[in-house]
């Protein structure tokens, strides 16, 4: 039976980097460490650990690697560590100096549960500065064979090898050793195309002033580039500081993600633990055309790549995940990152409204503007492109349309704003227009009758946008769409002459979250002065609300959230389905990790303490079957025809013209089956 809160049930295998002290020259002394170490790692359920090169025999030694009592000791200990290994979980890879056919090689041997799976011999020996390997070792392209003799049998010997767990999909393992991923061409990057996604290195890389950061810029990238995890384990205290120094830097990386990193220069052992997600790197290859193109262009070679089978033989027992979950994908927890992301998403946002506004020639915006989220960031994005552009505030229109369930607050809050700003403000009340609608339509409700339905609902949104098309066509103006990537996502908006359109719709591709942060950071960073920024804390203070149904009807304020489902889970949903296409049950496992707890974890900055609440998995389930059922079986034809609007962030948009697109019929059949099948 599947354990639904383990993360060997989600696709992720928990990996290892370590920094043993070490003894030069002193063999049994380095494996007894190592497996003090391979135990920890055990006991932490990490399915992989990885030790720093030559780490059984010591880095820093020179001639004594070529001394025969000190290659026979490195044997005998990893004999010893084969043996240990039968009982331990993880997968090991040791670092030896191994001779074969009167050649000395530096190698990493991958020990799995009592046998030798293969033995990777390093490619590249650097030989400048302090380094000279070329003196004791040969490279892997020296090999005579593909084999090496080692405790009585023929291991798999190269730098072409690729181990496969057979029980467990997606996760498969290569090899290299430090100089290999500072050259021009890295043995990683051919096994990564031939399918390897977890990337081990082992280095005994030493330290100056510098190298760290430069390290770090390597495996980010490797990472990045090879569209996998990368995990560096340098050596650390105990290697021989004749001439150099270690820091003993270990660091994990996950396409371009740092999920774990060391404390440089500990005088003990140092172990980092990660949960690497083996799944989502797969799926992102399986979308990067580009990581494609470049295996095929490698075909040839890929062929050759040697592929070891072994069985991961996952936990049975439930395995908690140890990985930093966001609870806002759309919105960083780190201050610094958040400013810098607030920054660009505004200004994209101005840039493409100003540029299709000088392709078509016209000057003034026009914009309805309810008090609300989505339209005070996009009022705020049409006065930021009208001053770049050396245009007066005037020419922006900003239109508020009270209908039958405008509170007071809001059109008050509406009218604040675009005075602050210094707006063409306007009032155009839609009562008339829509009493007129409802009554040739024979709606009971022109009548007398309380009935407030869909009909009643968008009657008000359809007369809202169409007056502000045909004042447009009046003023000469653009209107200015104010929908974002979250309605979309839930179709919570009124199809075609309905908030649903507009000239262009610069909030198309920013979620509901990612705007109250927009908003925040203007009003933080004071861009239009103290007056705006006061309105712009009310805004984001009130209840999100398409005031459509009066408040009579069910004694409160017209909820969205009520409806639709929060937005802060309903964008975790949207990001992790759309941007990797990980499954509902995944998807609810992830957002029970990121939201079990309050307590638990970094929120992003400016968050009220009333915002940081906590859903259980009951809640998250509810809320993802509502999600996917509005996705795939009721929104796509509004998605098909959105008008143009700059994309934002990685997450992507839902624009037909780019990074979705489905058919407008499809079933949400497969998704809440999976959901209900797999989560409890």
């Not at 270690?246 to 660091?251: E, F, P, S, V």
């Not at 404390?263 to 799926?283: C, G, H, K, T």
């Not at 660009?344 to 000057?363: F, H, K, P, S, W």
């Not at 998250?620 to 008008?643: G, H, N």
Request: net charge negative.
């Amino acid at each position: 039976m599947t354990q639904f809160r383990s993360l060997y049930t989600h696709g992720f295998v928990r990996v290892a980097a370590c920094a043993p002290k070490i003894a030069p020259a002193a063999p049994e002394t380095n494996a007894a460490e190592m497996l003090a170490l391979a135990r920890r790692a055990d006991k932490a359920q990490a399915g992989l650990l990885v030790f720093p090169e030559l780490g059984l025999s010591g880095y820093a030694i020179d001639d004594l690697l070529l001394q025969a009592a000190l290659q026979e000791s490195v044997k005998a200990q990893l004999k010893k560590i084969v043996e240990a290994s039968w009982k331990l979980f993880p997968t090991l890879i040791v670092g030896a100096p191994l001779a074969m056919d009167g050649a000395l090689y530096n190698c990493g041997v991958v020990i799995h549960r009592g046998s030798i799976l293969g033995v990777v011999p390093k490619s590249y020996l650097p030989n400048y500065r302090e380094f000279y390997e070329k003196r004791h070792f040969a490279t892997a392209q020296h090999a005579l064979r593909k084999t090496i003799r080692l405790l009585d049998s023929d291991i798999p010997f190269g730098a072409d090898l690729i181990f496969e767990a057979e029980d467990y999909p997606d996760y498969a393992l290569g090899v290299e050793i430090c100089e290999d991923v500072w050259a021009p061409d890295p043995p990683s990057t051919k096994l990564a195309l031939a399918g390897a996604t977890v990337l081990a290195n082992l280095s005994a890389s030493n330290i100056v002033i510098g190298k760290a950061e430069e390290r770090n810029i390597l495996c980010n990238a490797q990472s990045r580039r090879c569209v996998a995890a990368y995990l560096y384990s340098a050596a650390g205290h105990g290697e021989s500081t004749t001439d150099l120094a270690w820091d003993g830097h270990l660091a994990v990386f996950e396409m371009g993600e740092k999920l774990a990193e060391s404390q440089r220069f500990s005088i003990e052992s140092e172990m980092i633990i990660a949960d690497v997600d083996v799944e989502r790197i797969a799926l992102e290859r399986a979308r990067y055309g580009t990581f494609r193109d470049g295996a095929l262009m490698r075909h040839g070679e890929l062929t050759e790549v040697r592929r070891i089978p072994f069985k991961l033989d996952p936990p049975r027992a439930i395995v908690r995940l140890e990985r930093k979950i966001d609870r806002f994908p759309y919105v960083p927890d780190d201050p610094a990152q958040l400013d810098r992301d607030c920054y660009e998403a505004y200004n994209i946002q101005v840039a493409g409204l100003m540029t299709r506004m000088q392709a078509a020639r016209i000057d003034k915006a026009v914009i309805g503007v309810s008090g609300g989220l989505d339209s005070t960031q996009a009022l705020l994005v049409a006065c930021r492109a009208l001053d770049l552009m050396k245009l007066p505030r005037k020419n922006v229109i900003a239109v508020t349309m009270p209908g039958f369930a405008t509170s007071d607050g809001t059109k008050q809050t509406a009218w604040e704003l675009m005075q602050a700003l210094g707006a063409d403000a306007r009032e155009i009340d839609i009562k008339p227009l829509a009493q007129q609608i409802l009554n040739d339509i024979g709606h009971p409700f022109a009548r007398g009758e309380k009935l407030y339905d869909m009909t009643f609902e968008n009657v008000q949104a359809g007369a809202r946008t169409d007056l502000l098309f045909r004042l447009a066509n009046k003023e000469n103006g653009l209107v200015i769409g104010t929908g974002d990537l979250s309605e979309l996502a839930l179709g919570w908006c009124t199809y075609g002459v309905g908030d649903h359109m507009s000239h262009y719709a610069v909030n198309a591709s920013v979620s509901k979250t990612l705007i109250q942060h927009l908003i925040r950071w203007v009003a933080a960073k004071d861009v239009f002065g103290a007056a705006t920024s006061d309105v712009l804390h009310r805004v984001l203070a009130a209840e999100i609300s398409p005031e459509l149904v009066p408040a009579e009807a069910s004694g409160q304020m017209q909820s969205t959230q009520a409806i639709v489902g929060p937005y802060p889970l309903q964008d975790f949903n949207l990001f992790y389905l759309t941007r990797y296409g990980l499954s509902p049950s995944k998807i609810a496992f992830l957002a029970l990790e990121a939201w079990e707890d309050e307590a638990r974890g970094a929120w992003p900055a400016h968050i009220s303490p009333a915002d940081k609440r906590s859903y259980d998995l009951a809640t998250i389930k509810k809320w993802l079957e509502v999600f996917l059922t509005r996705f795939f079986a009721q929104s796509q034809f509004k998605r098909s025809a959105i008008p143009n609007g700059p994309k934002i962030s990685s997450g992507g948009s839902l624009s037909p013209r780019g990074d979705w697109r489905a058919p407008s019929d499809s079933s949400a059949a497969p998704w809440l089956e999976e959901l209900r099948r797999n989560v409890p």
